[in-house]
């Protein structure tokens, strides 16, 4: 493990200040996410000791999600280098937050590297040579990097003696791929290190994170809980060889954490996914609706991709070359969208059959609906596009993208709403600055579900011009996205046969 902690959590007041964060964290989380579930809350028990270890795909948003569906305090492993900021670090600590120093965190570390990279630059002579030798590590910084792994056990044993709960992040860091990568062996050690003093009483339980969209606004998130791993079985293999002892832990707690998350082995296959997920998973919904009667809320939109997993998987083993068609295929009919400038949602649209009762109750709700909307897009634009603007530009990664939209949104909706009632309540008087804020978030709601149907329909109506002026192309695109779906319902097919008891 290449992490250490200054010190435990100290049970004080700051519970109350932690319990006033989660609700307005849960509020923000309500407003930001169309929908929230979390699967098997109840496995993580009231009280007692308990290690979560969760997969990281969504960096601080991860965390305020894990903490909004607990009833009880999470205390986090953070990274030191948070703690720089006086101001942040205050924050933290009160939250119950546990300060981490990673190795690449090292000052004298960083140091040397500075050093080495001025003498690895051209022209750079003896003195910067100097320079690195004379800021090598000093003889005592592996004694105290083993002073820094006993505290960080001290701190997370202190904290489970007091019947509390802390959440790791295995993987190390927060990234973008579509499984879990390969977690460090820090929790199974601090697990071990507790169950050999206090046999039975931790609880490890693995937590799965996924995202529907993790860019978009009003997505989906599920936050699922496994099974609780059995730390003793591995105490025998701890005390007679505690490295191995400690890699069956992690490999253990890798395949939990991974059975609780939309996971793909390689990356090759994530594409595979995510192309047959765009194209096949609203034929699926379709099917649950229709075929099941399922109401949208009863169905679980992560089983299905999930599903999709195991079954390209399945494939991938037995049937390689039924794959590689299979991708072929899809990567052909997406080459006619990019080369006829079309979205796959219009060509669906174009083979759906929707009744007319629904399509005149859009066409009338669309029209009515169209003042609110001009209202509620005037109002609501600035709080709604500075946060995506400034998540665009300084987002230096994916996965910091939905965070810096998040707090962005955070300050941006409170301070242009208070201006906007402001400037009501000086022009209007205090009763229409009243009526003007309630109907911010509800005009605001209206506004946003107007704006995309206006976007599918402007994807409609593109290929409805297309239709017009190149017949032939539409229906080369209609009857390639056709043979891909056959190819797939056929896939489906076999696969639910070949694995009977599976569904979706």
Request: proline share 5%; charged share 25%; glycine share 4%.
């Given at each position: 493990m290449t992490t250490t902690v200054a010190e435990a959590p100290a049970a004080s007041g700051s519970d109350r200040f932690y319990v006033a964060v989660r609700l307005i964290a849960r509020f923000w989380l309500w407003f930001f996410f169309k929908r929230v579930d979390a699967r098997h809350s109840e496995r993580v028990p009231e009280r007692g000791p308990v290690l979560l270890c969760i997969n990281?795909?969504?960096?601080?948003?991860?965390s305020l999600l894990?903490?909004?569906?607990?009833?009880?305090?999470?205390?986090?492993?953070?990274?030191?280098?948070?703690?720089?900021?006086?101001?942040?670090?205050?924050?933290?600590?009160?939250c119950g937050a546990i300060p981490v120093y990673r190795r690449q965190d090292d000052p004298d570390k960083m140091a040397v590297r500075a050093a080495g990279r001025a003498a690895a630059r051209p022209g750079a002579g003896a003195p910067?040579?100097?320079?690195?030798?004379?800021?090598?590590?000093?003889?005592?910084?592996?004694?105290r990097r083993a002073d820094r792994n006993a505290d960080v056990f001290a701190a997370c044993h202190r904290a489970f003696a007091e019947g509390r709960l802390i959440a790791i992040y295995p993987e190390g860091t927060t990234h973008a791929e579509a499984r879990v990568q390969r977690i460090r062996t820090g929790a199974a050690r601090i697990a071990l290190g507790y169950e050999v003093d206090h046999p039975g009483e931790l609880r490890l339980i693995p937590v799965g994170l996924s995202f529907e969209a993790r860019k978009s606004f009003r997505g989906r998130v599920l936050v699922s809980f496994g099974e609780p791993i059995p730390i003793a079985a591995y105490v025998a293999a701890y005390h007679a060889d505690a490295t191995k002892g400690v890699e069956a832990l992690t490999t253990a707690i890798q395949w939990a954490m991974e059975a609780q998350v939309v996971h793909v082995d390689r990356i090759e296959a994530a594409e595979v996914v995510r192309a047959v997920e765009e194209l096949y998973r609203g034929e699926l919904i379709r099917e649950l609706r229709e075929e099941r009667?399922?109401?949208?809320?009863?169905?679980?939109?992560?089983?299905l991709s999930r599903t999709i997993v195991d079954a390209v998987q399945y494939f991938k083993a037995r049937e390689p070359?039924?794959?590689?068609?299979?991708?072929?295929?899809?990567?052909?009919?997406?080459?006619?969208?990019?080369?006829?400038?079309?979205?796959?949602?219009?060509?669906?649209?174009?083979?759906?059959?929707?009744?007319?009762?629904?399509?005149?109750?859009?066409?009338?709700?669309?029209?009515?609906?169209?003042?609110?909307?001009?209202?509620?897009?005037?109002?609501?634009?600035?709080?709604?596009?500075?946060?995506?603007?400034?998540?665009?530009?300084?987002?230096?990664?994916?996965?910091?993208?939905?965070?810096?939209r998040l707090l962005a949104s955070i300050v941006a909706f409170p301070l242009f709403w208070g201006l906007e009632v402001g400037l009501v309540a000086r022009l209007a008087g205090r009763g229409w600055a009243a009526l003007f804020a309630l109907s911010l978030p509800l005009t605001g709601v209206v506004a946003y579900h107007y704006f995309r149907g206006l976007g599918r329909l402007r994807r409609v109506l593109r290929f409805g011009v297309l239709a017009l002026t190149r017949d032939q192309a539409a229906?080369?695109?209609?009857?390639?996205?056709?043979?891909?779906?056959?190819?797939?319902?056929?896939?489906k097919t076999d696969y639910l046969t070949a694995t009977r008891g599976s569904s979706f």
């Open positions: 990281h795909p969504n960096n601080l948003i991860d894990v903490g909004a569906v607990l009833t009880r305090k999470a205390h986090y492993l953070a990274t030191a280098a948070l703690f720089r900021n006086p101001l942040l670090a205050c924050f933290l600590a009160a910067a040579r100097e320079a690195s030798e004379s800021n090598s590590p000093p003889a005592p910084e592996a004694s009667g399922l109401a949208d809320r009863q169905i679980d939109l992560f089983r070359k039924r794959v590689e068609r299979i991708w072929q295929r899809i990567q052909g009919y997406r080459a006619l969208l990019r080369a006829y400038r079309v979205k796959d949602e219009a060509v669906q649209a174009r083979l759906g059959h929707s009744p007319i009762r629904r399509r005149l109750r859009r066409t009338g709700g669309a029209i009515a609906g169209f003042p609110v909307f001009v209202y509620g897009a005037a109002v609501n634009a600035l709080p709604y596009f500075v946060p995506r603007w400034l998540a665009r530009a300084t987002a230096r990664k994916e996965t910091d993208y939905a965070t810096t229906r080369e695109l209609i009857a390639e996205r056709r043979a891909v779906i056959a190819e797939l319902d056929r896939a």
